[in-house]
């Protein structure tokens, strides 16, 4: 079963920041939080992932709470092309699954 | 670009009939994963080879089996298509058990 919990839907306008929140009460210290998406039709697309820091790339960032039971990814100047389904996936590091969820919808308005 | 590719994206295929979904990467990695995903669902992980080591998932039906014969190359078969095996089917790979998965378009399956 997924170890994370996560809203079934999002609105977002294009040009605004996208702020999709993910909790995992649950999760271990060894355990990683992964962020993927997958927009209609297509393969699951890999965000960005982190332990305890936050991180960020060229997609994304990925704010994970001090006590590490929750995160939040953002997406800084959401345009059309994100609306997609975001997963957050709990993962431990030596672990070769991946347990998905029901994820968030999140569309993007113009 | 290093990548996973997955042929044909569209299979049509009759009830019994057995059928090969393809799936190849150019990424040199170690790991092939297989993902089922049916309808409004979320993906869920079938089976997957650690180079040649073949780990099959608990309640992966004995329907589906699949083979790696090259790092680069692995099929996935399902001996006796039923209705209910109509899906996305997805295909990724990762360079390790700690590394990121990467996932292909997918194949979506069709069973008349």
């Known amino acids: 079963d997924a170890k994370t919990t996560q809203p079934p839907s999002m609105d977002c306008a294009e040009g605004r920041a996208a702020n999709l929140p993910c909790n995992h009460s649950?999760?271990?210290?060894?355990?990683?939080v992964y962020w993927y998406r997958q927009i209609h039709s297509q393969g699951p697309q890999y965000i960005i992932h982190?332990?305890?820091n936050n991180e960020t790339n060229e997609m994304a960032s990925l704010i994970i709470t001090e006590d590490r039971k929750s995160s939040t990814l953002i997406l800084p100047h959401a345009t059309l092309r994100d609306t997609a389904v975001y997963y957050c996936?709990?993962?431990?590091?030596?672990?070769?699954?991946?347990?998905f969820g029901k994820g968030t919808k999140l569309t993007v308005n113009p | 670009d290093a990548m996973v590719i997955q042929n044909p994206r569209y299979q049509v295929t009759q009830f019994g009939k057995p059928v090969t979904l393809s799936c190849s990467q150019t990424?040199?990695?170690?790991?092939m994963y297989w993902y089922q995903q049916k309808s409004s669902q979320a993906p869920k992980l079938l089976f997957h080879?650690?180079?040649?080591?073949?780990?099959n998932e608990a309640d992966t039906p004995d329907n589906f089996q699949s083979r790696r014969p090259n790092t680069s190359f692995c099929f996935l078969d399902i001996r006796s298509p039923g209705l209910g095996d109509a899906a996305m089917y997805l295909c990724?790979?990762?360079?390790?058990?700690?590394?990121?998965?990467?996932f292909g378009p997918g194949t979506r399956l069709l069973v008349l």
């Open positions: 990724a790979t990762s360079g390790g058990y700690q590394e990121t998965q990467y």
């Open positions: 649950t999760i271990s210290g060894n355990e990683y």
């Open positions: 982190g332990l305890k």
């Open positions: 996936i709990v993962k431990e590091g030596g672990s070769e699954k991946l347990v």
């Open positions: 990424l040199n990695h170690n790991v």
């Open positions: 080879y650690y180079d040649k080591d073949f780990n």
